[in-house]
């Protein structure tokens, strides 16, 4: 399916907001967090008893950007700071690209011993990103648990399964204020190619116990 994406302009498409309840004034001013902003280029009216602001120029008026998906009748509008915080993300992710499996395998442990869900995500292929990202955003980007942890992984053992596949076998600490268990694990990493770059990524993560270190996700049970 095509989708057909550009500036939306309000006299062509007729993409409106709406902003309230409207009044018999023939001139609206416009305030956000009590700064005005300029009624006459955003071009407020009121219609049917509301009051329509062009969804193009509102997004504009804040240096953001808006599209329109005609096939889909979407209309998707994105704002600086999510835009900033969407390039950092990204800047952030090329600079935990793996070039080696290990590399990639040495990220995910330490994004589990961390706690860090963003860092596992990093290195997680695009089909696991796509099994996983909600889980991830509606725990805030945080895993494992208030005790035990991972500590030291031992006895690792290294599968070459072909020229862009490896897999890890290891155990690995579990550590609590009272309390010293092992837990095992095997973590298979692929090298490919997504639509950004090259590199190794976590493809499937086995645990012979999925809940020993409380929340993990993206796991399979070994």
């Known amino acids: 399916m095509k989708t057909r994406t550009k500036w939306i302009t309000g006299a062509a498409i007729g993409a409106m907001l709406l902003a309230g309840s409207a009044f018999a004034e023939s001139k609206w001013n416009l305030f956000i967090n009590d700064q005005e902003y300029a009624s006459d280029y955003l071009g407020i009216k009121q219609e049917n008893g509301s009051v329509l602001v062009p969804v193009d120029k509102l997004a504009e008026a804040f240096h953001g950007k808006a599209s329109i998906d005609l096939t889909k009748h979407e209309v998707r509008v994105t ?40 860092l596992q995500y990093a290195v997680f292929s695009p ?34 399964i072909n020229e862009t596949t490896t897999q890890y076998t290891f155990d690995y600490n579990l550590v609590a204020s009272n309390w010293h268990g092992m837990g095992k694990a095997v973590v298979t990493v692929q090298k490919m190619k997504t639509d950004r770059a090259e590199g190794w990524f976590v493809t499937r993560v086995q645990l012979k116990d999925p809940g020993d270190t409380g929340l993990t996700i993206g796991v399979e049970q070994l």
């Open 127 to 160: 089909e696991l990103r796509s099994k996983t990202q909600k889980e991830f955003s509606e725990n805030y980007w945080v895993t494992g648990g208030s005790s035990p942890h991972m500590a030291e992984i031992e006895k690792l053992e290294t599968k070459q």
């Open 79 to 118: 704002l600086p700071e999510a835009t900033m915080q969407s390039h950092q993300v990204t800047r952030l992710e090329d600079a935990l690209l793996a070039t080696t499996p290990k590399e990639a395998l040495d990220t995910w442990v330490k994004g589990i011993q961390t706690r860090n869900g963003a």
